[in-house]
């Protein structure tokens, strides 16, 4: 018995970029395109038609004719969360050239299975179609760097407020100065040197010099 094609949707607003990605997706035996959109409302409106398996979405498509849902202009973040509310079994797949964190994040919130660029390898993105309809989660490479960044600085403790003067000792202990060398340079003795460093770990929440420097730069403090 000869397995059913995926049902694929392409939405774009680019009327070649959008054929081109027709025509790839067309080549594979196993993969069928029943629509194409030009806007975010019209692939609403096409996925409820044909309920197809997959939708690959741009992100930016500007609202074509005056074509509305509901009066709402929908980009294709917009436009992928209106399918996964209406169309259930239905998977989209982000196919776009932008990768800034708040397009990433904006269309993993709105629900999409996956995030791919344009300019990757036919083979990855017909891959990627396969994969999300089979249930996967498909992020390009530079897409999954991204998110790992982001989730690292997320767990980042807030900023600490700092002192004038806890600050110059920071600065002075990542230049790799001692405490008494420290106590020469701004005049003071090796016990305001050792109270201000004890105030810059609280602060920080770390116990020794090495990491208040580190998590310091990380933070932007230094």
């Known amino acids: 018995m000869t397995a059913l094609p995926i049902r694929v949707i392409v939405a774009d607003d ?47 498509m500007p609202v074509a004719g005056g074509a509305e849902l509901d009066g709402a202009e929908l980009d294709g973040a917009a436009a992928t969360a209106r399918i996964i509310e209406t169309v259930p079994g239905t ?6 050239t932008y990768e800034t964190d708040d397009h990433i994040l904006g269309a993993i919130e709105a629900g999409a299975s996956g995030y791919l660029l344009k300019a990757a390898p036919q083979e990855e993105i017909l891959a990627g179609v396969r994969s999300v309809v089979g249930g996967q989660t498909v992020l ?28 110059e000792v920071l600065r002075l202990v990542a230049a790799g100065d001692s405490n008494p060398v ?30 208040a420097v580190t998590l310091a730069l990380e933070l932007g403090v230094l």
């Open 91 to 96: 998977r989209v797949l982000i196919l776009t």
């Open 140 to 167: 390009a490479p530079a897409i999954a760097a991204k998110l790992v960044a982001r989730m690292r600085q997320d767990k980042l403790p807030a900023r600490p407020k700092l002192s004038t003067r806890e600050l």
């Open 182 to 211: 420290i106590a020469k340079r701004l005049f003071i003795s090796e016990a305001t040197v050792k109270t201000h460093l004890l105030h810059v770990f609280e602060k920080l929440g770390v116990s020794d010099r090495t990491r």
């Open 14 to 60: 680019h009327p070649i970029v959008r054929s081109g990605i027709a025509s790839l997706l067309s080549l594979a035996d196993d993969i069928e395109v029943v629509a194409e959109a030009a806007n975010g409302a019209e692939a609403v409106a096409l996925a409820q038609e044909h309920r197809p398996d997959i939708v690959l979405m741009d992100l930016r």
